[in-house]
């Protein structure tokens, strides 16, 4: 009788144990969507203020056709993969095509802005200051979001394959989740300086 008791007291332990770590492993993946909705959140302002910024240039710059056309094209693909990334948030495939999205449009808005510095008039542009500025905020709040969905991330990978949650995460099929990593290889250099 006795061992009966003990049996039935370790079999409730190790229930207990295991549903504390499939809880744990759910509340970790549901922060790691939930700071995706951030970024998707702050993604979605930032291509909602590009149209308006590429229309107000579009007075000015209209011997750089090219330019403006590279930006809608490269919102479209970032559209494109956040859409994608909203379906599968952590999914490997869908963070990569997002990241090399944003990087294209990245690149061309910063063409887009060095271009712009050649046009006085656009940069005075009351419009066009209000719009780099409205960008320069999101941006950072970008930056802020993205960081906090890799950290949210990262706990979760760490809790999912870890001993003994790799059990439980095997168990129940716990995927590993992928980091969000902008390319931006400007931002990687060093800047130069010369005397």
């Known amino acids: 009788m006795t061992s009966l008791i003990v049996l039935l007291v370790l079999a409730a332990v190790l229930l207990f144990w295991g549903v504390g770590i499939y809880n744990g492993l759910v509340t970790a993946r549901n922060a790691f969507k939930n700071a995706f909705a951030q970024i998707d959140v702050q993604l979605t302002r930032r291509y909602d203020l590009i149209p308006n910024l590429v229309e107000v240039a579009k007075g000015y710059l209209k011997h750089e056709r090219e330019t403006l056309e590279a930006v ?25 095509q997002l990241g090399s999205a944003e990087s294209g449009l990245a690149g ?17 542009n009351q419009n066009m200051m209000q719009l780099t500025e409205e960008l320069t905020s999101t941006e950072n709040r970008i930056a802020f979001a993205r960081q906090a969905y890799n950290d949210s991330v990262m706990a979760y990978n760490n809790k999912r394959e870890v001993f003994p949650s790799n059990i439980i995460a095997g168990m129940f099929n716990f995927a590993h989740a992928a980091l969000l990593e902008i390319t931006e290889p400007e931002k990687r250099e060093a800047p130069k300086v010369s005397f």
């Open 108 to 124: 061309a808005l910063s063409r887009l802005m060095m271009v712009a510095e050649a046009y006085p008039d656009l940069k005075a």
């Open 72 to 96: 809608i094209q490269a919102r479209a693909a970032a559209v494109s993969g956040l859409a994608a990334a909203k379906a599968r948030p952590g999914d490997d495939a869908a963070m990569a």
